[in-house]
């Protein structure tokens, strides 16, 4: 087939592989873009990987095309995957493709795409440098980092994981009465307690991950989420499953796994989403 | 009894879970700090769990303004602050305020959140004692204007260190606490304040107390003694009770004032002090003098200053903040939940011949007797109980004075039998029988001229005598040919 494009004079010969990640409609596009517009260099598509510190290392290149549709939206990630980045390969070098008229040496604009691919590499900053592509307040695009910022932080009153802390306090406070009491009590506590306020909560909880959930496989952090969404599913099945029997709720530790998920929520929050909340 | 936590938290449900999972304490929600601060004012908890993120649609965090209000309104339970926030930076705030500990919701677990429940109220007791002997002894209570203006006048002396102050007034009135407000505001502040009262001191010792003695200056010296003066060298000494002193311990005393110096008994050298002095005593000192039982050079050394307290009767606003203080010392407990309405009314109203210390000691006693109960007047002392007659009320007032003795007890046994019929609302039999009279002495009592007559002049100051004898009164009145025949005279109607 006839490349669309003008190939490059040279060839690259600091980068081994190509990293992309777009719009999964557009995976083959985009993979057969990079393929005829740099050749020799290994090409793979970066979604849903599960091992991104192993994957960036100092001969790749990350190249994002934006925007992405992801559940009939539009988004920029690249502001998320540069923090991420920043923290867990600063060296890598991101390269945002789009259709906007914009002058960046990070930024290619693929109606008018630059003649020395390597020039551009040469010239794109790694991650932990201070740049950022402008992005058009058009009303079409959202950026991916600012929607994980409500999703964390929340719509009304109650971030995330103060939403996940009052579901480990109904619990905490269900298992330990649990261990005590025989399981004829431990009806009373699962009519009390856990059909009264951690069912409520966990519903109002579930329906807001599910909101957000589509998102996870493009981000960074993804593979962390989509592993507690397994053990949220999980936790759910168990609910689901009436009545609650109290060997089975002992045996599920459903309090440590709320615990484990909130510490990773946390610290996902902390260093990627929302630093500035727990700066002292 | 169960150990009752406030918990202050906007959500309400978190209240429910804990009470579910520590049914050993009782828990109780107040969702803002406006309900926190009311439910405070009426029961008394033994632990506060405050949430900082009170009102999360604000920015800022409500309940750190809460812990110092709540600190100085209700020091002794423990106030735990509880945070979802993570800013360490918070935390330190809250416990640079006044905050006892703190928890954290994110790691939320019932035992160890019960376990530093049982440890903070078992500390409370502690910190309960500790409050109250640091509180109990050097704290000035009072609002009144007079005490302010006494305050203001003892800081105002007390930037002089070497100026002497006599405290005078009634026995009971706090010149011990006086002078320890003046030395906490004093610049010795930081130097040693050593009470002594005088007539605790045998005469033959005095000396030997005051300035100390060498070993083997008198017989049974068997050591060197450093005595009162010596010990409170850079600091303060509060000589109480000087007025009680002899002539020749006074002349011994004088030295001092005069020159700065004592003599150690046994030693013949000199020793030069820097001791403030503050003397108190309840007689009148210048009466003293002009009897020659003080000396009247040591009167003038020592009232260079003089503060006077005033009685506690004229200064009745005092009483509930004295109350409250009081009651605070035994845990902090709301005034209007501890006394019963009309045990309050006799509080305020009584005259409190032994002042403050009286009011202590009165309240300390109810609250032994109600058993931590609300004091009702039953629980009051016998002095108050027995006497509500010493209690001046405005009506007693309007008897014009002076009586002549007879006219006196005539009213004052009127009034006896009006307070009788009062308690016994009305019941004549009972009265009687209260007043160990039978009936028919009782009325003989109310019916007899003079006694006629002193109702004729005061009918407003006996207004159950009028009720209830009303027509046994008109009968003998027009017996006797009176003209003036007294309405009847309706209590309820006001004066």
């Known amino acids: 087939m006839k490349s669309l494009y003008k190939k490059p004079n040279r060839a690259v010969i600091n980068i081994n592989h190509i990293y992309f990640l777009c719009d999964p409609a557009f995976n083959?596009?985009?993979e057969y873009f990079i393929?005829?517009?740099?050749?020799?260099i290994r090409c793979s598509n970066a979604i849903a990987k599960s091992n991104y510190r192993e994957m960036f290392r100092t001969d790749t290149l990350l190249m994002i095309f934006e925007p992405l549709k992801i559940d009939s939206a539009y988004y920029s990630i690249y502001r998320l995957w540069k923090r991420w980045c920043k923290y867990q390969a600063p060296y890598l070098k991101i390269i945002v493709v789009g259709f906007r008229n914009f002058q960046n040496p990070n930024y290619i604009d693929l109606l008018n795409l630059p003649k020395d691919f390597q020039?551009?590499?040469d010239r794109a900053r790694p991650a932990d440098f201070n740049w950022q592509v402008a992005v058009e307040d058009t009303g079409h695009y959202s950026d991916s980092l600012e929607k994980m910022r409500l999703f964390f932080e929340g719509h009304g009153r109650q971030s995330l994981i103060a939403q996940l802390n009052k579901i480990q306090q109904s619990l905490n406070i269900a298992q330990t009465i649990a261990v005590q009491e025989e399981e004829h009590a431990f009806e009373k506590i699962a009519k009390d307690l856990l059909y009264r306020y951690f069912i409520p909560e966990w519903k109002v909880m579930t329906c807001r991950w599910g909101n957000y959930s589509k998102l996870f496989e493009f981000m960074p952090f993804g593979p962390e989420l989509c592993s507690i969404e397994t053990s949220f599913h999980r936790i759910s099945g168990f609910f689901n499953a009436r009545p609650i029997q109290r060997d089975k709720f002992l045996k599920m530790s459903l309090d440590e796994k709320i615990r484990i998920a909130v510490h990773q929520l946390k610290t996902i929050d902390e260093t990627y989403i929302r630093p500035e909340i727990y700066e002292s | 009894m169960k150990k009752s936590i406030l918990i202050i938290d906007d959500e309400p449900e978190f209240n429910i879970k804990l009470g579910m999972g520590m049914p050993g304490f009782d828990f109780h929600s107040a969702i803002t700090a406006k309900e926190a601060q009311?439910?405070?004012?009426g029961d008394p908890y033994d632990l506060i769990l405050l949430d900082l993120n009170l009102n999360p649609s604000t920015e800022k965090l409500e309940g750190l303004d809460l812990i110092q209000r709540i600190k100085k309104e209700h020091p002794v339970p423990p106030l735990v602050v509880v945070t979802a926030d993570e800013k360490t930076e918070t935390v330190v705030t809250a416990m640079k305020l006044g905050a006892d500990d703190f928890l954290r919701k994110s790691t939320f677990d019932l035992l160890s959140w019960k376990k530093k429940f049982e440890l903070l109220l078992e500390n409370k007791s502690l910190s309960q004692q500790v409050i109250t002997l640091s509180k109990d002894k050097y704290e000035?209570?009072?609002?009144?204007?007079?005490i302010q203006k006494i305050k203001n006048n003892l800081k105002e002396l007390a930037a002089n260190p070497d100026v002497t102050v006599l405290i005078t007034g009634e026995t009971g009135t706090g010149k011990e606490i006086a002078a320890r407000y003046f030395h906490q505001n004093s610049i010795r502040r930081k130097k040693i304040f050593v009470p002594v009262n005088l007539t605790a001191i045998q005469e033959t010792l005095l000396e030997s107390e005051l300035f100390g003695h060498k070993k083997g200056a008198f017989t049974g010296a068997y050591t060197n003694r450093t005595g009162f003066f010596r010990k409170s060298d850079g600091g303060i000494l509060f000589l109480d009770e000087i007025g009680d002193l002899s002539l020749p311990s006074q002349a011994k005393l004088l030295r001092f004032f005069e020159e700065k110096t004592i003599h150690v008994v046994g030693d013949e050298t000199e020793v030069q002090l820097d001791v403030q002095v503050l003397a108190a005593t309840n007689k009148n000192l210048k009466?003293?003098?002009?009897?020659?039982?003080?000396r009247e050079d040591l009167y003038y050394r020592i009232k260079t200053f003089n503060i006077e307290l005033p009685p506690l009767r004229t200064r009745k606003?005092?009483?509930?903040?004295l109350l409250r203080h009081f009651l605070n010392l035994h845990g902090g407990i709301a005034l209007e939940r501890v006394i019963a309405e009309k045990s309050n009314d006799i509080l305020n109203e009584y005259r409190w011949p032994g002042n403050i210390r009286e009011l202590k000691n009165t309240i300390e006693y109810a609250f032994i007797k109600s058993q931590k109960q609300k004091i009702e007047p039953d629980h009051l002392p016998i002095d108050l109980e027995d006497f509500p007659?010493?209690?001046?009320?405005?009506?007693e007032k309007n008897i014009k004075l002076p009586l002549d003795l007879e006219q006196t007890m005539d009213h004052f046994q009127l009034k006896v039998i009006e307070i009788a019929l009062a308690q016994a609302s009305g019941n004549k039999g009972k009265t009687a029988e209260n007043l160990n009279l039978n009936r028919d002495g009782l009325r003989n009592r109310i019916i007899r001229k003079r006694s006629l007559t002193a109702i004729q002049e005061h009918p407003e100051v006996y207004p159950n005598i009028l009720k209830y004898y009303k027509k046994e009164i008109n009968k003998e009145l027009k017996k006797v040919k009176t003209v003036k025949i007294i309405p009847y005279y309706n209590p309820e109607d006001g004066e």
Do not use: C, W
């Not at chain 1, 393929?35 to 020799?40: F, I, L, N, P």
């Not at chain 2, 606003?317 to 903040?321: A, F, G, K, M, R």
């Open chain 1, 28 to 30: 083959h596009i985009a």
């Open chain 1, 35 to 40: 393929t005829r517009y740099v050749t020799g």
């Open chain 1, 119 to 121: 020039l551009t590499i």
């Open chain 2, 38 to 41: 009311s439910k405070l004012k």
């Open chain 2, 140 to 146: 000035f209570v009072g609002n009144s204007i007079q």
């Open chain 2, 287 to 294: 009466k003293m003098v002009e009897e020659n039982k003080f």
């Open chain 2, 317 to 321: 606003e005092d009483i509930p903040v």
């Open chain 2, 389 to 395: 007659d010493t209690r001046r009320t405005s009506k």
